[in-house]
């Protein structure tokens, strides 16, 4: 997005590749930075901390380095690509069941590898409502993926040149193997300071991305954000989210005031020709923070039904029995149908119930929607169960 050079040349940033910032001291408004010539000090007035995340093993054990991969940047995948295009792999293994799990089976299947999801559960992420998840796992079989669901995985070791996924009931072998088992905020060099972390290790900050030390700001997959439904600190790693506390952060920095609400998780993902889209709360989420769910699914066309290119689109919508207000919603279908989440996390940040997402005036013709929409329809029909 940013090229040195355009940092340099056009944004006058004082970029400095190939340093390590190895220590903060607050007190002193000092980093201690590691580079080629040795160790040095820069001196700060205000500290922004976006040092993002990284994958995380789930507590697997792996020592087969060669063969196995972790994708969260360009270098990864291009480390990826490169053992592909070179050692020619037959199969391969992707360990996890998330978002970047579904889009490294779909990339690489592509590329003609015979491929193999290996998850520890018969569903996949929690992110995801069970009948999305079996939507997405009948899809991948159809495409040819080979399911290994229900199996954990208690390591990853190399033998015999291959990948042994190490499971209780025995060894599988590939040519290589993915781990997308999420991901972990980069925080270890505040450990040994006085800026407080969170929710899975993440910088504490509040909403105007300060954290507890006044003028040191942290944003992104570092930094923990407070959940729009519950109130709640959580830690979501979405690109959006980061991109806005990032913009925030700096104005802040630079004498505005903006602050940064807190996210819904709303996500979105390509999976072959299947969208799949989700935000807010799942069911679970819900009776755990202390709501009384009512989940309900519809299945409706995307388009009119007499239009060519429409298809069925299958909704969930989990909302509180007691006033009927929304929760969360998800949804896979067609990819250009799946949008349509985005109408759901407006009504989220809006505190909407299933009355007021019912009288939406929204769009209708027929290559876009049928008469009612499936956000119209689903509302429709809540509204229904809930009288009953």
């Known amino acids: ?60 054990p792996v020592s087969a380095k060669e063969r196995v991969f972790f994708i969260k940047n360009l270098d990864d995948a291009a480390a990826l690509q490169t053992f592909i295009d070179e050692a020619k792999p037959r199969n391969c293994a992707v360990i996890g069941g998330g978002y970047i799990a579904l889009e490294m089976l779909e990339a690489l299947q592509v590329r003609g590898l015979s491929t193999h999801l290996v998850h520890r559960r018969s569903h996949l992420a929690r992110t995801f409502e069970p009948e999305i998840s079996e939507i997405i796992t009948q899809k991948a079989a159809r495409m040819g993926i080979k399911l290994n669901l229900n199996t954990a995985v208690e390591a990853v070791a190399e033998k015999n040149g291959q990948a042994a996924v190490q499971t209780p009931a025995g060894d599988l072998f590939f040519d290589c193997a993915v781990l997308a088992l999420g991901v972990k905020p980069n925080t270890g060099i505040l450990k040994n300071t006085s800026i407080k972390l ?46 806005k506390e990032g913009s925030i952060a700096g104005t802040n920095i630079c004498g505005g005031r903006e602050q940064f609400p807190g ?26 923070n202390g709501f009384e769910p009512l989940q309900f699914k519809i299945s409706s066309h995307s388009k009119a039904g007499y239009y060519p290119g429409g298809g069925l689109l299958t909704s969930i919508l989990t909302v509180d029995q007691r006033d009927g207000r929304l929760l969360g919603a998800q949804l896979a279908g067609p990819l250009d149908g799946v949008k349509r989440i985005d109408v759901y996390a407006t009504a989220l940040a809006n505190r909407m119930t299933l009355e007021q997402l019912y009288d939406l005036d929204l769009a209708y013709a027929p290559p876009f929607s049928p008469l009612y929409d499936p956000v119209i329809l689903a509302a429709r029909v809540g509204k229904k169960l809930l009288r009953s």
């Open 198 to 243: 969170g929710v899975k290790e993440a910088v504490q900050v509040n909403r105007y991305m300060q954290t507890s030390a006044h003028n040191i700001y942290a944003a992104g997959d570092c930094a923990e954000t407070t959940n729009l439904i519950t109130g709640k600190p959580a830690h979501v790693a979405l690109a959006l989210k980061a991109n």
């Open 263 to 288: 996210t819904l998780g709303t996500a979105i993902l390509k999976f072959f020709d299947l969208g799949i889209a989700r935000t807010g709360l799942t069911k679970d989420e819900a009776k755990e």
């Open 1 to 60: 997005a940013l090229t040195p050079r355009q940092a340099i040349q056009d944004r006058g940033i004082d970029l400095k590749l190939n340093h390590e910032a190895t220590g903060i001291q607050p007190a002193e408004k000092r980093v201690i930075v590691q580079s080629a010539a040795g160790t040095s000090e820069e001196t700060y007035d205000y500290l922004l901390i976006a040092t993002g995340a990284s994958p995380h093993t789930g507590g697997i």
